[in-house]
């Protein structure tokens, strides 16, 4: 304690009880926590994990419960204040019925497939274009953008309003451009940079994405990929592009040049030198970073509503379907359902919290 | 990695990485290789390009143009008719204004006085700018300016006219209010985690992990989770509820405390995220300016508004700026847990957006989605350009 002890030979009992108080606030060195401090720590922190854990526990038990135990009101401890029974899980691996669990065995494949394959094309297509950021200059002139950007809205027209053929619009577009660029485009002279580019790509995750979901719908539809897998997969490859972009720019300018510039004067093409030399090194910011698109893909709701019906529906437009119906809501059901879509997820976090976390740290303190 | 070395060997049939030497030599005398690396450039960056322009951009202008027409579906296909901001019209001030921006009546006077105040504080903002005593005034940050004060008083004036005479929030309302109050409680949560956690004491690394689990799980999840646990008859807390009297209440009937739990179950979700960000620049602010401080005999929050705050203050900026940008799009906890309901009481932009498609209407779908985009746009670009970048200015 740094203050002097005072003379008085008899201090006030009030005062003296004070002193005592403080003194569970008085660290006894600097860097540590004084009694009283952590008490007070210790107890907020419990308080907190109390908040955070007891809906897994709630869940937990609600599964375990049979629908008699659910409507006569709150019962907290197995065996206490209820039997637990396993009847909701053992619905789950009866296959033979048409039990409301079998059902979930087709989301919980698509949920796989499609968080995974698109986690996959995203990251991949992601890590490329901010390699390609980080290393190459690009300088893409203005006047082609416009006029790119034009011609999109001239073939959104008229495939919209006036029903032309999708193709037939897009391709036309496509040739259109092609000569507007070598003809009208040489005419501005100023360009953008990589920096833009960046801006560009990362500024779509602003875009909420009910305001590109009807026209993704109307595109599918035209094409007859409504309900497929690969629709889903596309449209969240680039929901989650932008992050990649993202985290990954950052990343990938971090590693030093010299190791690239020396394997392309042993005359290793650009796609070599990513492949073979970049990747590898950048091997912990790939691994946070695809965990982190693989989590955002398997919990989606608002894309996969739209695209799907029955053939690709995932598990969270299941666990949405089951709120109502009929029948009221099946608690127990529902709670095994939700343990089993976030069974995965939890592991995941536990597992390599260190990893996610390191994903989300990388956009964010750099800013 | 694994699935590394396949994308290789899929993108150059022939390759194995054993063979990575021979393959090496005989793809640089090949012409393949030669188009290979011409090419680069292009390869590298045109699939997302290519991606971002079709699923992004594509839309982005298909909606608007949607958004600007009347849609009649008629078996299998559909026909479209130009009918300029009619949708738009319909949702600012005609049929569907009730819904979008609330019941608008007559505004009371306590609405006066917010709309009053609230413009008084955008023309001393703007006064102050223009007086650029805080620094330079250039023509493009005028009307930026003047943009964020139009927008900022209109929605002043909505809340005045709505949430301040005592009638019902629209949409657009209780998106901000999702936005502004949920935010604003995650953040002082999340950086008062932070701080605990950050604290010299034992079982760190326990708490670490706990408190970033929310974040991973399923919204849907989460959403029928505090749907059961807020259930004041089979819900865990029913005991409570019929001691204090509340035992028939239905908290999904009254609009606030359903947007109330709204707000639990995202915070719920979300303040693991700033928590996490937060902790990670509380850790990186050098320990010896703390110790100075402690040295120099300055109490503990002294230190943490002198020295820690100024040090975290572009991180806190930039996490916020993410989580706002989220907060927007929020969906599925409405969906999940009320349904959007009582009424339209909880209904957040996206979830509008939604039940008008739903209803086979895209067109007031689309103009409610581009509604949600320009008030999206605007907001947070202001909030990048206005406290973002003059804290990461300020604070090198």
Known sequence: ?367 | MATRDGTIGGRRPGEDPAAAVVTTAALRSGRLAEWFDRQARTLFIMPAVVMILIFSIFPLIATFILSLSRVRLRGGGYTMRYVGARNYEKQIFGSEQWHFLGTFEEVSVLGWVVTAAGAGLLAWWLVKYLRGRSGRVSVVGTIGRLITASVLFGLTFMFAATLFSGTRLGTLGVTLFYVVVGCGIQFLIGLGLAVLCAQPIRGRTFFRVVFFLPMMVTPIGIGFTFRMMADTGKGPFAPIWQWIGLGDFAWAVNPWTARAFIIVGDSWQWIPFIFVVLLAALENVPRDLVEAGHVDGAGGWQIFREITWPQIVPVAATVMLIRVIEGFKLVDLPNMMTGGGPGIATESMTLHSFFAWRALDPAQSAAISYLLLFVTVVLCVSYFMLVVRKRAAVHG
């Open chain 1, 1 to 367: 304690m740094a203050e002097i002890p005072a003379p008085t030979p008899a201090p006030l009992p009030a005062r003296a009880r004070a002193r005592g108080l403080r003194r569970w606030f008085e660290p006894a060195r600097i860097g540590q926590m004084s009694r009283g401090g952590s008490i007070v720590v210790y107890g907020l922190l419990v308080l907190w994990s109390a908040f955070v854990l007891f809906p897994f526990y709630w869940l937990a038990i609600t599964s375990l419960k049979l629908p008699v135990d659910v409507f006569d009101g709150p019962s907290f401890l197995p065996w206490v204040d209820f039997t637990p029974n396993l009847h909701a899980w053992a619905d789950l691996l009866d296959f033979s019925a048409k039990s409301p669990l079998a059902e979930t065995l087709t989301p919980y494949r698509n949920s796989v497939i499609i968080a995974f394959c698109s986690t996959a094309l995203c990251v991949l297509i992601g890590a490329m274009a901010a390699y390609a950021l980080a290393r190459i200059e690009y300088k893409p002139r203005l006047g082609n953008i416009l006029v790119f950007v034009v011609l999109m809205v001239v073939t959104a027209v008229a495939v919209g309003v006036y029903g032309v053929d999708l193709w037939i619009a897009a391709a036309v577009g496509g040739a259109l451009f092609v000569l507007l660029a070598r003809s009208v485009g040489r005419y501005f002279k100023r360009s953008v940079g990589n920096a833009d580019i960046l801006f560009w790509m990362i500024s779509q995750r602003i875009l909420p994405p009910v305001v590109a979901v009807v026209p993704i719908y109307m595109m599918f539809q035209k094409v007859g990929m409504l309900d497929t897998h690969l629709a889903i997969i596309l449209t969240y490859t680039v929901v989650n592009l932008p992050i990649v972009v993202w985290l990954m720019h950052d990343f990938f300018a971090s590693i030093p040049i010299d190791l690239e510039e020396s394997a392309q004067l042993d005359g290793a093409s650009r796609l070599m030198t990513f492949f073979e030399i970049v990747v590898p090194l950048a091997r912990a910011g790939l691994a946070a970073t695809t965990l982190l698109v693989l989590i955002l893909s398997w919990n989606e709701y608002l894309v996969a509503l739209f695209l799907s019906t029955t053939q690709a529906q995932t598990l969270p437009i299941l666990v949405a379907g089951m709120n109502g119906g009929e029948k009221g809501i099946l608690w127990w059901t529902m709670a095994v359902v939700i343990i089993i879509m976030i069974i995965p997820v939890i592991a995941m976090a536990l597992l390599l919290q260190r990893f996610i976390s390191k994903g989300i740290l990388l956009g964010a303190v750099k800013g």
